[in-house]
């Protein structure tokens, strides 16, 4: 049972490695362009909730969307109903690179179900959601301050 954890974790660092190396020439690194493709999917989402979609801590999530700021990939603009968040934004330089990393994605999805049936391919899907959501919870309860009983 603990390889598929394994198995999951392989494949995940195999691609973010790629995606790291093959987006570096438009400045983004370490996951920044998970950060890039949330904020390009829903304009004006706030920082948190972009940490909360990607399964990482606020500072975590706070130096990546510095980075794509410095970079002039995304800009942030006050909040309409609350002054305090800041709503992200993809810059037009931002936007350019999305169609790149949407590109990127396609490939790497295909590249992964090589072989697959239509059916094997839906159920992957379908597994993979339901085990991010068993995790998701889990992840829910521990960023709470919760410690889980093994």
Known sequence: MA??????GAISRALDSIS??????Y?????QYLYLVRICENPGIIQERVA???????TT????????TQNGLIEKR???????????????????????IQRENKY???VALNGFT???RQLVERLLTRVRENVSSDWNYVKKGNQRRY
Do not use: H, W, Y
């Open 61 to 68: 999530a706070a130096r990546a969307i510095q980075k794509l």
């Open 118 to 120: 239509d059916e094997e």
């Open 20 to 25: 790291n190396i093959e987006f570096k020439k």
């Open 78 to 100: 006050m909040g309409v109903t609350n002054k305090k968040n800041k709503q992200l934004f993809p810059t037009s330089k931002g936007l350019a690179i999305f169609p790149v």
């Open 27 to 31: 400045e983004l690194t370490k996951g």
């Open 3 to 8: 390889d598929v954890l394994r198995e999951i």
């Open 108 to 110: 790497s999805t295909r």
């Open 52 to 58: 909360e979609m990607l399964k990482v801590d606020r």
